[in-house]
């Protein structure tokens, strides 16, 4: 099992970036891929995640509203679109496969349901 980040770079107060996670391996449908970020000096935390059995979306409280996390079965690769980004958002992201995770509204992402973890990609939001 791989997962590939992608997408990271460097981008101004209020602009975008799209998150790429390219899965192989596995088959989306029978898994749930988290985002989860570090920034430097703090631990690591979820940002989004979305449940390939049922669908189910989690957004941390900071990035609701900003960001929208998807899926495309055919090409194995959930993205996460981040708009309107912060200089707080400045961090390295990850993305993390879960097998068999059903997310229902009130979800709390433990790390210790990801099994698969990829290389991270570092976003950076400064002028």
């Known amino acids: 099992v791989q997962l590939q980040a992608s997408g990271g770079g460097l981008v101004q107060p209020g602009g975008s970036l799209r998150l790429s996670c390219a899965a192989s391996?596995?088959?989306?449908?029978?898994?749930?891929i988290g985002w989860f970020r570090q920034a430097p000096g703090k631990e690591r935390e979820a940002v989004s995640c979305?449940?390939?059995?049922?669908?189910?979306?989690y957004y941390t409280n900071s990035v609701k509203g900003r960001s929208t996390i998807s899926r495309d079965n055919a090409k194995n690769t959930v993205y996460l679109q981040m708009n309107s980004l912060k200089p707080e958002d400045t961090a390295v992201y990850f993305c993390?496969?879960?097998?068999?995770?059903?997310?229902?509204?009130?979800?709390?992402?433990?790390?210790?349901?990801?099994?698969?973890w990829g290389q991270g990609t570092l976003v950076t939001v400064s002028s």
């Open positions: 391996g596995l088959s989306l449908d029978y898994y749930t």
């Open positions: 979305i449940s390939g059995i049922n669908g189910g979306t």
């Open positions: 993390a496969a879960a097998p068999d995770l059903y997310l229902e509204d009130n979800y709390v992402p433990d790390e210790r349901e990801y099994y698969y």
